[in-house]
């Protein structure tokens, strides 16, 4: 009766410490999931105790095994004679390619077992209300500055109109002082001529003459 309770005791811890995979164990070091964005290193950890000396832990995706180097893949492993740990390390990149679901499998005399590891998107990052406020009165700054500008640039041209318009002007006046002072000129000359004519032609001049 102790045996079979013993034996029934002992199945229930398997059952319980089970992790529903055949053979050995390997496990996962958290985080088995994670949110990347682009440019970032996702980091996959896996760890396989044993007790002889064959074992091996690989890496898949999508059915696939991966290798060292390969498609922004790094893998490092290292073996105390014990225990096996084995690092995944992803270079994600602005696509969706290295995305996904990734699988550790450890492999000894006992057979395999796997973990799986999740490399999700990143969500793109919403503005707080303090970026809005930021936003806004960066915004109210350069209407507030372009404003004043066209108010400059439109004084700034009617001023020079109207110093154009005035230097014409002048220039008008000038002209026509000329003009006058010409007519001037030529009439008083005109008057000389005609009484000198006159003069020659007065009564003591012609009595000279005879």
């Not at 270079?91 to 490399?119: K, L, P």
Request: net charge negative.
């Amino acid at each position: 009766m102790e045996a079979k309770f013993f034996s029934a005791v002992m199945i229930l811890i398997t059952l319980l410490f089970a992790d529903g995979d055949e053979g050995s164990s390997v496990t996962a070091r958290a985080p088995t999931s994670r949110k990347t964005a682009n440019g970032e290193i996702a980091h996959f950890t896996c760890t396989l105790k044993y007790n002889l000396s064959s074992a091996e832990i690989t890496w898949q995706k999508q059915g696939h095994n991966l290798r060292d180097g390969s498609s922004g893949v790094v893998i490092i492993s290292w073996n105390n004679g014990t225990i096996l740990e084995s690092h995944l390390l992803v270079a994600v990149t602005d696509d969706d390619e290295r995305r996904g679901t990734y699988t550790c499998v450890g492999t000894d005399e006992d057979g395999q077992s796997r973990r799986s590891f999740v490399i999700q998107g990143q969500a793109a990052k919403k503005l707080s209300d303090v970026d809005y406020t930021a936003i806004g009165v960066a915004i109210g700054i350069f209407l507030c500055l372009s404003t004043v500008i066209l108010v400059y640039l439109v004084r700034g041209r009617k001023r020079l109109q109207e110093g154009k318009l005035r230097t014409m002007t002048t220039i008008s006046h000038s002209v026509t002082g000329h003009d006058n002072a010409a007519v001037e000129e030529g009439e008083n000359t005109s008057a000389g001529i005609t009484l000198n004519t006159l003069t020659d032609q007065s009564p003591s001049s012609k009595d000279s003459k005879l």
